[in-house]
């Protein structure tokens, strides 16, 4: 070993974080779109139709708000509650 111990190659862990946001970016997609597509379609047809259309763009943009204001709301608790404040009970 070099000595390095614990610590990781800064590019590694970056390239890391960023397949992991990756990972994380498609598993929303892939949900918002069994959800919206089963609130949304009634029969898949050749076309779609206005209605339908309307569907999926406002079950998208409540979707993407929220998602946005749940991670919102759980960076807030994280930031209240400080990183040592959980305790362990037997």
Known sequence: ???????ADPQLQQFIEI???KQRFQQLV???TEVCWEKCMDK???KMDSRTDTCFVYCVERFIDTS???L???EQ?????GPFSETISD
């Open 1 to 7: 070993m070099n000595g390095q111990g614990a610590t």
């Open 68 to 70: 946005q204001f749940i």
């Open 44 to 46: 898949p047809g050749p």
């Open 19 to 21: 397949e992991s946001q």
């Open 72 to 74: 919102n709301r759980l």
């Open 77 to 81: 608790t994280q930031k209240s509650k």
């Open 30 to 32: 892939h949900q918002m």
